[in-house]
């Protein structure tokens, strides 16, 4: 169960990396974010990629590493934060709808991963 959980969060992982590196229209404003956020933009989404390959590697191991997991669960906790905080303070429009479905999407990952990471720890 923990292996398939880690790699829906790696698969969520590269959504985002991919989402980041070219559908960054999606989450700029009309005129576009310029310089600094093409660059913080193409930064997060190699984050995201790096972090999807770790997660996908720590999913195929017989007792995944620790560290990684919970590495994991600080991302998604906090990615639960950021999206809620977001969201109260009065996101619009289509950038609202992603980082909603992030937060849903986190938020489950999360649960799920607490859920399974006692038993994943003792070897069953």
Excluded: H, I
């Excluded at 985002?16 to 700029?28: C, I, P, Q, V, Y």
């Excluded at 639960?80 to 009065?90: E, K, M, N, Q, T």
């Amino acid at each position: 169960m923990l292996a398939w959980l880690l790699r829906a969060t790696a698969f969520v992982c590269l959504f985002w990396s991919a989402a980041l590196f070219a559908g960054r229209d999606l989450f700029s404003e009309a005129g576009g974010g310029g310089p600094l956020f093409e660059f913080v933009a193409n930064g997060l989404a190699a984050s995201q990629f790096a972090f999807a390959f770790l997660v996908w590697r720590a999913a195929g191991e017989a007792t995944p590493n620790r560290t990684v997991v919970y590495g994991v669960l600080l991302l998604l906790a906090l990615k639960v934060a950021l999206d809620l905080y977001a969201l109260l303070d009065g996101l619009a429009g289509t950038p609202a709808v992603l980082v909603l479905a992030d937060l849903v999407t986190s938020l489950a990952l999360v649960t799920a991963l607490v859920e399974a990471l006692p038993r994943a720890l003792r070897g069953r």
